[in-house]
């Protein structure tokens, strides 16, 4: 094995978790962080654990299949906890982990801007598709 300078070490290490390097571990991160099914049930569990049946209530749209795999990848993401109390039937509770409490102020962000900005947005995309359509 070669020595590496301390500098050398520094920027192996910077690198180590940088987004824009392909083989980053971080991207698959930042893919369950960008789906709207997580962010929806991240914000949705702010003010405490629900279950699931209160999730799929609360998050409109959502099938059965595409809640229960966003749930397994946060939880094993280490951003929601599951708790299953056993009853007939069964409960089975979410709430936020301290990291998935950590992130909450940046997605309800997103999620406030989203909601502000949407008249915005819609008059940019119509705007947009004008242009488009016009063109030969």
């Given amino acids: 094995m070669a020595t590496r300078t301390a500098a050398e070490r520094r920027e192996e290490e910077r690198q180590r ?14 893919d369950t962080l960008s789906d709207k099914w997580a962010s929806l049930a991240l914000t949705a569990l702010a003010h405490g654990p629900l279950r699931y049946s209160e999730l799929a209530r609360m998050i409109a749209g959502v099938s059965q299949k595409m809640l229960t795999q966003t749930l397994r990848t946060m939880e094993r993401d280490g951003l929601v906890s599951r708790t299953v109390t056993p009853s007939v039937p069964v409960r089975v509770d979410y709430r936020l982990t301290p990291l998935g409490e950590n992130l ?18 819609e008059a940019a995309r119509e705007a947009y598709d004008r242009r488009v359509d016009s063109q030969p």
């Fill in 104 to 121: 909450l102020p940046l997605l309800e962000a997103i999620k406030r801007w989203a909601e502000v900005h949407m008249e915005d947005v």
């Fill in 17 to 30: 978790y940088n987004a824009y390097v392909a083989t980053c571990p971080s991207r698959k991160l930042l």
